[in-house]
């Protein structure tokens, strides 16, 4: 049985890139049995396989993942204590007053992991079926609407904020303790619409309970292929992709010849055949690429979700 509090995953096999007799720590910033908590096991997991070192999971949950990241930041800089992080923490630095971290100056990126769209879903009995009824709707309703999102500042709340201005329409935003009690008020029809991780949100899609309109990602999803994306049907400005994202950071001034071992490990678990289906099984898809990558991907997320914030007026302390 999985511990909800950590787990330990044993270096299994060859071919290992190194040898190291200290265990890695990997930081989850999310709670156990989560999207983000189920795909940083998968990954750390094949991550000790391809070291020859034992990983242990260890979850620490709260802040949008600030408690994770912040004791992350202060760890030793030596490869043995990293970060699974999120896209909040590029949505914190601008979201949060007071931080006891800075992402570019405390935390150094490893590699991206995986990305994953969200869905636009609305309470079925709206009789609204695809993306230009649902801006006919919104708009003709507009002030008088209301979505559902896992809290303030959370990205189902800045996804949905940035769809309504981008269609020129106003809803009233009813934050809820995590995005799972939102998804339930929507296909309860408390309240109309809400976005959210595509694997939470399209088993209730697939039962019927709520109804997909529009995916958050570039490209279609393949497990919802009739269902166009927000860009294509106008709902977000061409090019835009605000899905959902993960990654691995270290300490800053981990010494870079480990961090590129530690790249090529979470690139080398990537192209694992059983990694890639099971994260295709959740709407996922694997990221790899090199530490140069993640870093500029990383400043263009902490830009566009830094304006975002800006406009919605969204603060935490």
Known sequence: MIARRSLVLAALATPALAQDARPIRLVIAFPAGGPTDVIGRLVGERMARFLNQTVVIENRGGANG?????????????????????????????????????????????????????????????GVTDPAQFTAWARANSGKI????????????LQAFLVMRTIGAEATHVPYRGT??????????????????????????????????????????????????MAESGLLPAGTD????????????????????????????????????RLAGMGARPTPGDVAAYARYLGSEIDLWGRVVRESGAQED
């Open 66 to 126: 600030n408690i994770a990241a912040e004791a992350v930041a202060k760890s030793d800089a030596d490869g043995n204590v990293l970060l699974y992080n999120t896209s909040s923490i590029a949505i914190s630095r601008s979201l949060y007053r007071r931080l006891g971290y800075d992402v570019l100056r405390d935390l150094t990126p490893v590699a991206l992991t995986a990305a994953a769209p969200s869905l636009l879903v609305i309470n079925p009995k709206l």
């Open 146 to 157: 209301s979505y559902g999102s896992g809290g303030v500042g959370n990205a189902s709340h």
């Open 180 to 229: 799972a009690a939102a998804l339930t008020d929507t296909a309860a029809g408390n309240v109309q619409f809400m976005c959210d991780a595509f694997n939470t949100a399209y088993p209730l899609a697939k039962e019927g309970l709520v109804r997909p309109i529009a995916v958050t990602s570039i490209t279609r999803a393949a497990l919802l292929p009739d269902v166009p994306t």
């Open 242 to 277: 605000t899905g959902i994202w993960q990654g691995i950071m270290a300490p800053a001034k981990t010494p870079p010849a480990t961090v590129q071992r530690l790249n090529a490990a979470v690139n080398a678990a990537l192209a694992d055949e059983e990694v890639k289906a």
